[in-house]
């Protein structure tokens, strides 16, 4: 793939994440319930190692699972490339 590729799919990537989030607010609004629940996580990658934090276990779990799928890619993509 050339640089010009790989611009392109990583845009792609990006105006995709914006639109599921903002389909995820329309829905959101659409909906109404009375009884809201946020759960939230996250993962800071300084260098290898990843800061894994969750507002509750479960949520921890799935983001630490994304954590090492993210990892693994990029370990796949370093190697290809390098």
Do not use: N
Request: glycine share 10%; aromatic share 6%; hydrophobic share 55%.
């Amino acid at each position: 793939m050339d640089s010009q590729s790989i611009t392109l799919l990583g845009v792609s990537v990006v105006l995709l994440g914006f639109l599921i989030v903002l389909g995820g607010l329309v829905y959101s609004t659409v909906t109404h319930s009375d009884t809201v629940e946020v759960k939230g996580g996250g993962v800071v990658f300084i260098g290898p190692v990843p800061i894994i934090f969750g507002s509750d276990s479960s949520t921890a779990v799935v983001v630490s699972v994304m954590a090492i799928v993210l990892m693994i890619i990029i370990v796949s993509v370093a190697r290809r490339y390098s």
